[in-house]
Structures are given as structure tokens and as C-alpha cells.
């Protein structure tokens, strides 16, 4: 016995979606990828595609707190969930994330492009661990390897973590 | 009172918008109603075209319009040699959209512009391309042999250009010598892979006529000379803006790429906006390569290990076209004799056509391959002479009183003599070997041998000539209302920071904060004087034309404010946004309050201005307002021109272990000595290279870019080309040394490429070394992935 699914590509869908704490009703073709929506339909551009094949994390944004690759998800998988994205990093007052404000204070950037998808999939790291302020550099290294960035040499962004880690601890 | 800027650890005005979301690329650009496009590419290496079906295509809803060659008119010509030089003999370049052959997998075929990238891209699927395959040979040492198959039918040989350069008496130093060494190295192909691809954006505005073009290049100026020409425009009706790109480190110096003549086409014939965004396998097949080259490298010694003469003989791969010229061997030619003295040196080269992606360059551009050559051929005569690598190099260097050393008839990328303008070399390399403490390493390396450890140390020096003319410009006006300081100049930044260090410079001329200095660059609606981002020549070119623009807007802020504060311009000093009478205690004038003092007005709109208004107290005059010469408000515009290049220096080292069961490579150290002259920003600096150092390490270990033999690219994805990710980098530990350099107001030289260019022969050298046990022949190739050093020992028949 087989069920065959005939897939529709421009089929389209609704979808209930929290994005950055706000709640988006559209309707899409059944094929658009979540990273196309948020920059397209949302105007969130601060969301990159790197290499769209889910290998260089410079789309990382959060599905329901948990860093995911939006290059590799439809956005009818996300509805009924949340999303957030670097646009919603920052405090409504503009006071930046921990991760935000490291990655400035120890250059951890250069052209910025992969920086939104590594900064994503820090902030998800630092909700997971409590102990990234005193971890090793091998930890920290282990950690971020799902990210590429090809201007810093990782070396200032392995530095930004243990701020941004420091900085979370103090905000508890 | 305002601290120096220049030198001090800024943090980046850049990084503000970037961290939140706001940066603005290409693709970020909102554009209402644009199309977009794709192309069409070729899955083949070498054939006739024999026909393009696009029926299927049109008929597709939502495509719009399909270009071939044959929709392009006067846009079907052949692109431009970009830097013509008369031993390019047989100097050919792209079509736009190829013709009726195909020269290598990628080349642009056809043009699809729908009203989503969706249906664009399924429309692609849809033209038909018949193809009549020629042979075609990959290798480009067996391409320059007699009898290869031909990428131009009408190229004998293969042979783009060929020149001999010679500095000095080779023969007679070769002939004079009690030692010859000689070696063949290779490196191999490789690709820049910045993190955005490329990307281009264009609208036309039928009520004005003039075309903006949006694209991720570092050539906005050059762009536009080349549009305005394709196109018969004048030159202010294109607009070319680089906005915030992503990476560039080479390639997107190369112009026009087949998107940068379709994207505007399109936009002016279907009077809509149309984007295009490369996706990451295209940029593998279409973005220009670099790096292939095989260097015959001979030196010609004294047995005391004086380095008498050089001759070098290479070929180069430039691909299937030869659109940027012979820079990158020309570049490689040049810096064959690195830091030493070597008053002999013949250096000779071919350029040879392969059907594979055209060769432009790519972070290092010829050096990375020099630096090899050089290097494992100093390695070999040390081992040759029984001399210590580290003393034969102290031997050979150019010392700092031989300064200005120059090679005479070795022309460089600028048409000028290599002069190495400064440099204490020889203190460079101590302070390495200090870092990496030589007795205590041998005596660890002998300990880890005993054990079947394999421990090794490599060492690499290099030499950069940076800072390349022909010139840059700089504009400085301090903004009446705001009071903070505008700055130009024609260059682009992918990710160098030159908001930062440019407002650095401004601010300690003009006592200004740093984030009130707002540099706008790579926009030729703002500034369209000047070259490109290219050769480490940013800080140095345009760094030094802003800071002498910067001057001359001290001068006049200087006067003014005397005028205002009734003193004598001795006496005002500048400092926190202020003017004021040095010693007096009063607070004196806002750089707004002399900016909009200096504009005679005749409204008031604001408070401010009533000052500057005709019937105002200040601002009366008994003749013109604006005496003869004289300008309005505080605004500069200076240029430098270097009387040569700049040469920056280094040396690396590392300690690697190679485990003897999966030959997998550990790097306990890497350190790097390094030499840019002053340093605007030590932070920016040390992360030029560091992420240098990791494009050289993937240089060095993986980053080889994979033909089979039909021509066909294997490893063009991010799952198949490897690049580094954190796990792959060590920590590098950075000593600096500051030689100003004589040539420029602010004894800068450049670093942006500084950090790639040792690495392979770093790690190789360093492999080598900890594999001595196994009595291996030596390495000669780059990048060396633990596979290759498995069949390396495998086929000596060595094995530990």
C-alpha cells in the first residue's frame, strides 16, 4: 500500500506565525522557504542566506527559542510557533542583547553579513549553558561550529561568547 | 582635552547597525515591483553551441523576458580588458552572454528575468541548450604542453601572455655560484567564498534618466565608467553604490560580470527594477578563481649561504578568460625574491588559457604562491648547505640601512620598480624565535620523537607591497546644522572597518568624537573620484588623501574660529567638537557654530543661522561675502598619489603535531610577527589577520577547488569545498612591530592581505619538519589535506 503526495508548489497556504512577539497571518505559496518570508514579505533583512543549503548558519533565527536554520525551513512548517530573529534581539527600548553588545566590544565582526545568523545561534547557546564564561576555548569552538565566518578567523567571536556570557550572568 | 585617535582600539561605527539587523546589502535593498532574474548557465566545459531553445521558458507564467546574445545589440561585444599590458599576446575576454561557444561549466548562457526569484529559477530549468562538445584539458601544466586542446582556436599554445623580467645578471650569478638549489612547487586553485555571494540590483527612472545600479563590488567607479561606456550614458545619469558587502577579498574587484551589464539592461528595457542575488553553487562557477600556479624556482648560493642570483620560471592558470590582465603572476613575479637581498633575479612567466572559471585575484593575489616558492627553496638550501633555516635567513636579508632597496627592471602591479621602502626584518624573525623559544622546542620535539610523537615546527617569511597607487581622494565638510563631519572618498569596504579608521584620522585632525565623523564611501552619486579596494591599499591611499584633506579643514576651521573669537589662530586648539582660545577657559565655538559661520546666508532657518545672515552683527562685510577664492562653509578635498608601493613584512610560525595513524593536523602555536607600519586601529589590524590567517589555513589544508577531467567543478557547494569553521583555527598569537613608512603623511602601510600569504608554507614547512624521522622527500604542493600526506609517505615507501 502507497500514498502518493502530489506536491503543489505554489499551493497556497495560511499561516498563524509569532514573529519577534508579533502574531502574522499569510498566506504563501506552499514552497516559500522562512528565511524568503521574513525578508520579503516582512521586510526583516536582517536575516542573510549564505549558501542555502543549511551549512553556513548565516540564516539561524529561533523557532520556538531553538536556533534553526530558516534557509532549510517552509514557512508552513512555523505555523503556531514563534520566531524570532535579530530584529528582535534588542530590548523594545533599543538596549541591546548580551550578544549584541559583545559581538561590538570584541570586534567580532568584520563585514557583518554572517553576523545576525552567529549572533542567533550564540543567544540560543547562552540559553542552553551557564557555564560559557569560564568554558575553554576548545568548548566554545566546539559550540560555534555550525557557523561560518569568513572575515574574523572565529578567534574575536570565541572571545564575544565569553562576554556575552559574562554579560548574561550579570543580568541573571 | 581630546586623546589621539589614531592608534587607539575604536570601536566600529559600522557595528551598530550591522548587530541589530540593519545593515544594508544588496538584497536588503527594498525596491517596490522589481523582477528578478537568473541565469542560464553552461553544465559543459568546451562546445559549440548549437542551439537555445527558451520557448518553454517564455511560456512559463510570471517570466517576463529571456535574454540571449542575440537580445543584447550593442551590449554583444566582448568585455573589457581591464588592465592591458603589452606581453598579453593573445588577450581574450567574455561575451556578456555567450555566443555560439561555451568556454567553461558556469559561463552565462541566458538571462531569465520573472516576477519572483522562484519562477526565475524554475524558468531555467526550462531553456534547452544543445551543445557539440570540444576536448578540453583541465591541468594547466599539460594545457601549456605541445598539442593540448585549445580553449581559443585561435590561441597557439594556450599562452595568454608571457613575459621575462630581469633585475640584474641571473646567468652571471649562477654562474659565480658554488651552490644551486632548484625546485618545482605547485598550488593549487582556489576560490574566496565570501560569505555574501554576489549581487546586483538596478533601477532605471524614465523621468530623469539615470540608472542606479546596487552591487556588491569593490570597483563602484570602475563599474561606472564601464556602464556609462556600455550603455552611451553620461557619466551622472550612473549611479553605482556598493552598500554594505559582504566580503570581498578579491573578486569583486573584477568588473563587469555578466549581472553587472543584464541587471541594468533589464531594468532600463522593462522600466522596472530588477535584482539579482547569485545563490552559493553559482558563485563557485561564475565568481572569478584564483591561486594555480607551478613555480620552477632556482637559487644560485654561496657555501657561506649568500644568496647570489634567482631564476624563476612559472606558469599560471588565468581560466578561460584573461579580463583582469596578468596581475596576479605580475604581482607573484615581483615578490619571488621576498625579503632577501638577492641582487640577481630573472623571474618569467606564462599565462595559460584553461576552460575553467576566469582567474582574477583573489586575498594574497600571487603572493600566497611566491611566498611558497621562495620559501620552500630557502628551506631546501638551508638543508642543502647544512646551514639553520633561521640563520640562512638572517644571512639574506635586506638590512635596514639598505633601505631603499630596490629591484631594478622588476616592474611591479603599479608599472613602477619593486623598492622595499623599510623593514627591520632581521628583528622581525628574533622576535619569533624568542616567541617560539627554538632550544626548548627542540628539545620538546627530540622528547616527542622518542615517544612516536611527530612534532614539527614551520616558519615562513613574507614580503607584501601594499598601498598601490595610481591615487585616492578625500573630502572632508563639517555639516553646518549637525556639526558632525562628513567624509568621502572613492573606495568601498567589505568589512575593513573604514568607517572607523578613516573617522579616526578626521577626528584627531579636528578634535572631533569619532562617532560624529560620518564616512560615506563605494557611492558615485556621493564621490566619484578615485580607484577601487584592491592590493591592502585602503588605509594607506585613502587613509592618507583623508588625512590631508582633514588638514586642510583644520587650517580653515582654525581661521575661522580665530576670526570668531577674535585671537590669533596660534592660539585656538581643537578639541571635543570645540574651538577655542588654548588656556583662556572659555568654552569658544562649536565646529556647527564656525561651520555655519563660514556660509554666508541670507535665511535664517534655524537659530543657528541668524548669525550668518546678512544684516547679523558677525557677519558683516564691507565687500563680497565670499572673498575671490574663497569657498563656503568648512569643506576640503585632497588626494594622494604614492610615489611607489609600500612594503609591509612578516613572519609566522607554528608548532604542529601530525598524528601518525590519521595524519590529522594539530596546531599547538601559531604565531605571527608582523610589520604594517602604523597602526590606525591595533584592533582592526589584529583581525585583518586573523581572518587572514584562516583564509591561509584553509588555503593550506583544504581549499582546492576540484575539476575532474571533463571540466566539470565537483566541490562547488559549502558541503563539498571546505572552509574553516572555529574548530579549524587556532588562536593566534599576534607581536606587532610598528616601521612607519617614509612614503606617506601617516607611515601606514596596508595589512588586508598580510595574513593569508605565509600560511601554506607555515604548515607545509611545519609538517615537514615534524615528519623527519620518516626520512620523507619534501613537500612541494598546497593544500596539503591529511589524504595527501598519507599517499605522500605511501608512495616514498617510507613509514615510520
Redesign the interface.
Known amino acids: 500500500m502507497s500514498e502518493v503526495t502530489v506536491f503543489e508548489p505554489d499551493e497556497p497556504v495560511v499561516v498563524e506565525v509569532e514573529v519577534n512577539g508579533e502574531p502574522v497571518t499569510a498566506e504563501v505559496p506552499s514552497r516559500m522557504l522562512l528565511s524568503d518570508f521574513l525578508r520579503q514579505r516582512l521586510g526583516l533583512t536582517g536575516t542573510h542566506v549564505g549558501c542555502e543549503h543549511g551549512v553556513c548558519g548565516a540564516c539561524t533565527v529561533h523557532i520556538d527559542g531553538r536556533p534553526a536554520r530558516s534557509c532549510l525551513t517552509l514557512v508552513a512548517q512555523t505555523d503556531g510557533r514563534s520566531v524570532r530573529t535579530v530584529e528582535g534581539l534588542a530590548c523594545a527600548d533599543g538596549t541591546l542583547h548580551p550578544v549584541q553588545r559583545a559581538f561590538k566590544e570584541c570586534h567580532a565582526l568584520q563585514c557583518g553579513f554572517c553576523t545576525p545568523g552567529f549572533m542567533m545561534a550564540v543567544a540560543g547557546l547562552l540559553d542552553e549553558r551557564d557555564d560559557l564564561a569560564t568554558a575553554d576555548d576548545e568548548t566554545i569552538r566546539e559550540e560555534i561550529s555550525g557557523n561560518v565566518c569568513r572575515c574574523t578567523g572565529y578567534m574575536n567571536i570565541v572571545s564575544a561568547v565569553k562576554r556575552a556570557a559574562e554579560l548574561s550572568n550579570e543580568r541573571g | 582635552m581630546s586623546t589621539r585617535q589614531f592608534g587607539a582600539r575604536v570601536?566600529?561605527n559600522?557595528?551598530?547597525r550591522?548587530?541589530?539587523?540593519?545593515?544594508?546589502?544588496v538584497?536588503?535593498i527594498?525596491l517596490t515591483g522589481a523582477l528578478h532574474g537568473a541565469f542560464v548557465r553552461s553544465s559543459v566545459a568546451h562546445a559549440r553551441i548549437t542551439g537555445v531553445d527558451v520557448s518553454r521558458a517564455l511560456a512559463l507564467p510570471g517570466v517576463v523576458k529571456v535574454y540571449t546574445h542575440a537580445d543584447l545589440g550593442a551590449l554583444d561585444v566582448q568585455m573589457p580588458l581591464l588592465i592591458p599590458h603589452p606581453c598579453i599576446t593573445h588577450g581574450r575576454t567574455q561575451y556578456p552572454l555567450a555566443r555560439d561557444e561555451v568556454f567553461h561549466v558556469g559561463q552565462a548562457i541566458a538571462f531569465i528575468v520573472a516576477e519572483d526569484?522562484?519562477i526565475a529559477e524554475d524558468a531555467v530549468s526550462l531553456v534547452e541548450v544543445g551543445y557539440e562538445m570540444l576536448p578540453v584539458e583541465v591541468d594547466f601544466e599539460k594545457a601549456a604542453e605541445p598539442g593540448a586542446p585549445l580553449v581559443h582556436h585561435d590561441v597557439p599554445g594556450n599562452i595568454a601572455a608571457h613575459l621575462v623580467q630581469e633585475s640584474g645578471d641571473a646567468d652571471a650569478a649562477f654562474a659565480a655560484a658554488d651552490h644551486i638549489t632548484s625546485i618545482k612547487v605547485r598550488v593549487d586553485r582556489s576560490t574566496a567564498?565570501?560569505?555574501?555571494c554576489l549581487a546586483t540590483a538596478a533601477r532605471w527612472d524614465e523621468v530623469t534618466g539615470e540608472l542606479t545600479v546596487w552591487d556588491g563590488t569593490q570597483a563602484p567607479i570602475g563599474l561606472r565608467g564601464a556602464l556609462a561606456s556600455l550603455f552611451e550614458l553620461d557619466e551622472h545619469r550612473v549611479r553605482v553604490i556598493a552598500p554594505?558587502?559582504?566580503?570581498?577579498?578579491g573578486p569583486k574587484i573584477h568588473f563587469p560580470y555578466a549581472n553587472e551589464v543584464l541587471v541594468p539592461l533589464a531594468s532600463m528595457e522593462l522600466r522596472r527594477p530588477v535584482k539579482w542575488i547569485e545563490?552559493?553553487?553559482e558563485n563557485f562557477v561564475h565568481m572569478t578563481h584564483e591561486r594555480g600556479q607551478i613555480h620552477e624556482i632556482e637559487l644560485a648560493a654561496t657555501s657561506d649561504g649568500t644568496v647570489l642570483g634567482l631564476r624563476n620560471r612559472f606558469l599560471h592558470d588565468t581560466g578561460a578568460f584573461i579580463p583582469y590582465g596578468i596581475a596576479v603572476a605580475q604581482v607573484a613575479a615581483c615578490q619571488i625574491a621576498g625579503p632577501y637581498r638577492i641582487p640577481n633575479v630573472r623571474v618569467e612567466f606564462s599565462c595559460v588559457y584553461t576552460p575553467t572559471v576566469p582567474v582574477t585575484p583573489y586575498r594574497g593575489c600571487g603572493r600566497p604562491q611566491a611566498n611558497f616558492a621562495i620559501e620552500r627553496a630557502m628551506d631546501q638550501l638551508a638543508e642543502e648547505l647544512g646551514i639553520d633555516r633561521f640563520e640562512l635567513r638572517r644571512r639574506n636579508f635586506i638590512q635596514p640601512e639598505e633601505f631603499p632597496y630596490t629591484r631594478p627592471n622588476l616592474i611591479f602591479a603599479d608599472g613602477l620598480a619593486v623598492t622595499h621602502d623599510s623593514g627591520e626584518y632581521e628583528k622581525a624573525l628574533t622576535a619569533l624565535t624568542d616567541a617560539l623559544d627554538l632550544a626548548a622546542f627542540a628539545k620538546e620535539q627530540r622528547e616527542a620523537w622518542a615517544q612516536g610523537r611527530y612534532l614539527g615546527l614551520g616558519v615562513s617569511f613574507y614580503v607584501e607591497g601594499t598601498g598601490l597607487g595610481p591615487y585616492e581622494g578625500g573630502h572632508v565638510r563639517i555639516h553646518p546644522i549637525t556639526g558632525k563631519i562628513f567624509v568621502n572618498t572613492g573606495l568601498t569596504t567589505?568589512?575593513?572597518?573604514h568607517e572607523t579608521v578613516f573617522a579616526q584620522i578626521v577626528a584627531d585632525q579636528l578634535g572631533a568624537r569619532v562617532e560624529d565623523i560620518i564616512v560615506v564611501e563605494g557611492d558615485t552619486g556621493v564621490y566619484d573620484w578615485g580607484v577601487a579596494t584592491f592590493a591592502s591599499r585602503a588605509a594607506v591611499v585613502s587613509g592618507s588623501a583623508i588625512h590631508k584633506a582633514a588638514v586642510l579643514a583644520r587650517k580653515q576651521v582654525i581661521n575661522a574660529a580665530a576670526n570668531m573669537l577674535e585671537a590669533d589662530p596660534d592660539d585656538i586648539e581643537l578639541a571635543d567638537g570645540r574651538a577655542f582660545v588654548v588656556g583662556s577657559g572659555t568654552a569658544g565655538v562649536t565646529l556647527a557654530e564656525v561651520a555655519t559661520a563660514s556660509n554666508p546666508l541670507r535665511y535664517a532657518f534655524n537659530k543657528a543661522a541668524q548669525s550668518a545672515t546678512q544684516f547679523a552683527p558677525a557677519a558683516r562685510s564691507d565687500g563680497p561675502s565670499l572673498g575671490e577664492g574663497a569657498h563656503p562653509g568648512i569643506e576640503a578635498t585632497d588626494y594622494y598619489s604614492p610615489p611607489h608601493a609600500t612594503w609591509a613584512y612578516g613572519v609566522h610560525g607554528a608548532i604542529v603535531e601530525v598524528d601518525p595513524a590519521t595524519y590529522g593536523i594539530k596546531i599547538h602555536r601559531y604565531v605571527c610577527v608582523h610589520d604594517c607600519g602604523n597602526m590606525i586601529n591595533p584592533?582592526?589590524v589584529?583581525?585583518q589577520?586573523?581572518?587572514?590567517?584562516?583564509?591561509g589555513m584553509g588555503g593550506a589544508f583544504y581549499e582546492k577547488l576540484d575539476y575532474d577531467e571533463d571540466g566539470t567543478l565537483r566541490n562547488a557547494?559549502?558541503?563539498d569545498f571546505l572552509?574553516p569553521?572555529?574548530?579549524e583555527?587556532p588562536?593566534?598569537e599576534m607581536i606587532h612591530q610598528e616601521t612607519p613608512s617614509p612614503l606617506n603623511p601617516l607611515g601606514i602601510k596596508g595589512v588586508g592581505e598580510a595574513?593569508t600569504i605565509p600560511v601554506a608554507q607555515v604548515i607545509v614547512s611545519a609538517i615537514e619538519d615534524a615528519l623527519k624521522p620518516l626520512d620523507l622527500p619534501p613537500f612541494r604542493m598546497t593544500p596539503l589535506s591529511p589524504s595527501l600526506i598519507h599517499s605522500h609517505i605511501a608512495e616514498s615507501g617510507n613509514r615510520g
Open positions: 570601536q566600529r559600522e557595528d551598530q550591522l548587530v541589530t539587523g540593519k545593515g544594508r546589502y538584497d536588503d527594498p526569484r522562484y567564498a565570501p560569505m555574501e554594505d558587502v559582504g566580503g570581498g577579498f545563490d552559493r553553487s567589505q568589512g575593513q572597518g584592533m582592526i589584529e583581525g589577520i586573523a581572518g587572514g590567517v584562516a583564509q557547494s559549502f558541503m572552509i569553521y572555529a574548530t583555527i588562536h593566534v595574513g
